[in-house]
């Protein structure tokens, strides 16, 4: 859905005022912003809250660190939108957890973060971006806690040495 809003975004959105020069640097930076907030928050991030929370907490302490992780925004141009946008990335990153953990891969998240980013920056917040995207990252919500209601701490797998017996073999 949130690939949908980006698409209507850019089809809708004021891109005027875009060079050529800027589309290079909205690509190049979209990629970059997208592969490393995505590596930090949902990379490693998960991974180490895994070993002490179950999948709730992992959720609720990434997505809330990803929201954070904007708040500076407020020093840095955007005023006070960046206390309103805190609760909005993490909203956004309930998203892109929820697709990392479907799909799997890191990958997927980093793609779309990459593209939303993209679609935003170029064409500016819409009427569909503005509404539409708390409303996706509201029903991402919904279904994170409905699938973590019985929720436990996972389980650290054990160590490659401890499946295997002294000459290798499967136990």
Not at 10 to 28: A, E, H, K, N, P
Not at 135 to 159: F, Y
């Amino acid at each position: 859905m949130l690939v949908v809003l980006a698409l209507v975004n850019l089809l809708f959105g004021d891109l005027s005022r875009v060079t050529s020069t800027m589309w290079l640097y909205l690509i190049i930076g979209s990629l970059l912003v997208g592969f490393n907030e995505e590596m930090a928050t949902r990379g490693q991030l998960i991974v180490a809250l895994r070993s002490r929370f179950g999948e709730r907490g992992v959720w609720f302490l990434s997505s809330l660190l990803f929201g954070l992780l904007h708040l500076p925004n407020t020093l840095f141009g955007t005023g006070a939108f960046g206390l309103v946008q805190v609760p909005l990335t993490f909203l956004a990153g309930t998203v892109f957890y929820l697709l990392r953990r479907t799909s799997g891969t890191l990958i997927t998240a980093m793609a779309l973060h990459a593209f939303w980013d993209f679609s935003t920056f170029a064409a500016g917040g819409t009427l569909f971006t503005l509404v539409g995207g708390p409303l996706v990252g509201l029903a991402a919500l919904i279904v994170v806690l409905r699938q973590t209601r019985h929720d436990t701490p996972v389980e650290p797998a054990p160590a490659a040495s401890q499946r295997r017996g002294a000459a290798g073999v499967q136990r």
